[in-house]
C-alpha cells in the first residue's frame, strides 16, 4: 500500500533562518505531488504541484520555494523565513494520470517561525 | 476565482445527535464537491464528495447535499460519536483535479459524550 512520510513535525525557527521541509511517498511510482499551506482559521491553500522530477508549477508568490529531486520526493525550501511563513504544510500526492483521483495527505509540519 | 465559504466556524453537538456544515461556492461552473476530515495531528481524508449531477449522495452516516440553483452544499452526520470530532473541510472545483480544488476554511466539530 502507499504511504506518505513528512518531517518534521513540529519546527520552530527564527525569523531569517532557511528553512527545508521533506516529503516521500511509498508503495507508487511518478505521483503527482502537492504542497499546501494551512493557516489558522483558514483553507488549505495549494502552494506548488509537481508531475515530475524537477517539474514544479508554483500557484501562488511567496517566500517559499519547491523541488523533487527524486520521483517520490518532494522538498518545500525558503532561504529567509518571514513571520508570515508561519502555518501547517502539508504534502499530498495523488497517482499519476488521474487527476480525478482524491488527494492523500501527509499528517503534517506545524512550523512557528519566531 | 472560485471562492468557498464554509460556516459554522466550530460546532458542537451531543452524541447521538445530527450535525450539519454548509458551504457556498461563487462559480457556476464547479462541478465537484468533496469533504475532507482531519483529525488532530494528522492530514485530511477525503470522507465523500459528489458531483453536480446528482443532489444527493449518503454513505451509512454521512450525507452530502448539493443545490445548484442556490450554490450550496451541505455535510450531514447523523447518530454522531465521539469519534466523529474532528476539522471538515468542503471543498470545490470546476472539474477534479486536485490543481483547482478551492478548500473552505474548515469547520472544528466537537461531539460531546
Known amino acids: 500500500s502507499q504511504t506518505i512520510h513528512q518531517w518534521p513535525a513540529t519546527l520552530v525557527q527564527p525569523v531569517g533562518s532557511p528553512l527545508s521541509l521533506e516529503c516521500t511517498v511509498e508503495g507508487t511510482s511518478n505521483p503527482n505531488l502537492y504542497w499546501y499551506r494551512q493557516a489558522a482559521g483558514r483553507g488549505l491553500q495549494l502552494l506548488f504541484y509537481?508531475?515530475?522530477?524537477?517539474?514544479i508549477s508554483s500557484e501562488v508568490p511567496q517566500n517559499l520555494s519547491a523541488s523533487r529531486p527524486q520521483d517520490r520526493q518532494f522538498i518545500l525550501s525558503s532561504k529567509k523565513l518571514l513571520l508570515s511563513d508561519s502555518g501547517f504544510y502539508l504534502c499530498?500526492?495523488?497517482?499519476?494520470?488521474?487527476?480525478?483521483?482524491?488527494?492523500?495527505f501527509g499528517n503534517g509540519t506545524r512550523l512557528t517561525v519566531t | 476565482g472560485e471562492n468557498v465559504e464554509q460556516h459554522p466556524s466550530t460546532l458542537s453537538v451531543q452524541e447521538g445527535d445530527s450535525a450539519v456544515i454548509k458551504c457556498t461556492y461563487s462559480?457556476?461552473?464547479?462541478?465537484?464537491f468533496p469533504w475532507y476530515k482531519q483529525e488532530l495531528g494528522k492530514g485530511p481524508q477525503l470522507i465523500i464528495d459528489?458531483?453536480?449531477?446528482?443532489g444527493e449522495k449518503k454513505d451509512q452516516r454521512i450525507a452530502v447535499t448539493l443545490n445548484k440553483t442556490a450554490k450550496h452544499f451541505s455535510l450531514h452526520i447523523t447518530e454522531t460519536q465521539p469519534e466523529d470530532s474532528a476539522v471538515y473541510f468542503c471543498a470545490a472545483s470546476i472539474s477534479q483535479s486536485a490543481r483547482q480544488l478551492t478548500f473552505g476554511s474548515g469547520t472544528q466539530l466537537t461531539v460531546l459524550p
Open positions: 509537481s508531475v515530475g522530477i524537477g517539474q
Open positions: 499530498a500526492w495523488t497517482p499519476i494520470g488521474t487527476e480525478d483521483s482524491p488527494l492523500h
Open positions: 459528489i458531483r453536480s449531477n446528482v
Open positions: 462559480d457556476s461552473a464547479s462541478n465537484y
